[in-house]
T-cell receptor, first 115, second 113 residues
Framework: DGGITQSPKYLFRKEGQNVTLSCEQN?????MYWYRQDPGQGLRLIYY???????QKGDIAEGYSVSREKKESFPLTVTSAQKNPTAFYLC??????????????FGPGTRLTVT | SQQGEEDPQALSIQEGENATMNCSYK?????LQWYRQNSGRGLVHLIL?????REKHSGRLRVTLDTSKKSSSLLITASRAADTASYFC?????????????FGQGTRLTINP
């Protein structure tokens, strides 16, 4: 799991509530990413940030929000607008913000269940 | 969209045998990467092969890349029970003006003792 921590490992929420997933890295990486993984599927990019105070929408950003106020932190908020929030969420980072096609380092993931 | 597609979706072999997984993609790339994911965990980077490389080795792993066929293969030799995991290929490239790393759906590998 390298130098990326995600907390908590399991998270349970009631429908209609916003929830924030934590992601912290001590690798001094410029770029950070949030992915969603559903059972039997690959990773889908939610948001990414190439530099502090800047972030871009990925392929499935609707119903999610992020912030990047510090280099080491990239929290993800799952809002009540996200229709299907139950999933496994993975945070990752990479060294360079200029080239996001390089090796990515992943955290252990947070499994979110919304009922 | 530019997506790596792994084949097969699932593979079950006996310990000691070799395992081969394939990945196909649609557009030109700068590099292709392979990652491993143990059940319920994050992904771990295994190997990166650049578009101008044809083959790369790392321990028991051998990766090939054929850019003319837009395909790559991952070979794990002398498999062990600990190799049981899902394996994903990831391709980078410019999609809608933005450079992204796109993951396939993975091959689920089971090594039987």
């Amino acid at each position: 799991d390298g130098g990326i921590t995600q907390s908590p490992k399991y998270l349970f929420r009631k429908e209609g509530q916003n929830v924030t997933l934590s992601c912290e890295q001590n690798l001094n990486h410029d770029a950070m990413y949030w992915y969603r993984q559903d059972p039997g599927q690959g990773l889908r990019l939610i948001y990414y940030s190439q530099i502090v105070n800047d972030f871009q929408k990925g392929d499935i950003a609707e119903g999610y929000s992020v912030s990047r106020e510090k280099k080491e932190s990239f929290p993800l908020t799952v809002t009540s607008a996200q229709k299907n929030p139950t999933a496994f969420y993975l945070c990752a980072s990479s060294i360079s913000g200029r080239w996001v096609g390089g090796e990515q380092y992943f955290g252990p993931g947070t499994r979110l269940t919304v009922t | 969209s530019q997506q790596g597609e792994e084949d097969p979706q699932a593979l079950s072999i006996q310990e000691g045998e070799n395992a081969t997984m394939n990945c196909s993609y649609k557009t030109s790339i700068n590099n292709l990467q392979w990652y491993r994911q143990n059940s319920g965990r994050g992904l771990v980077h295994l190997i990166l092969i650049r578009s101008n490389e044809r083959e790369k080795h790392s321990g028991r792993l051998r990766v090939t890349l054929d850019t003319s066929k837009k395909s790559s293969s991952l070979l794990i030799t002398a498999s062990r029970a600990a190799d049981t995991a899902s394996y994903f290929c990831a391709t980078d490239g410019r999609i809608q003006g933005a450079q992204k790393l796109v993951f396939g759906q993975g091959t689920r590998l089971t090594i039987n003792p």
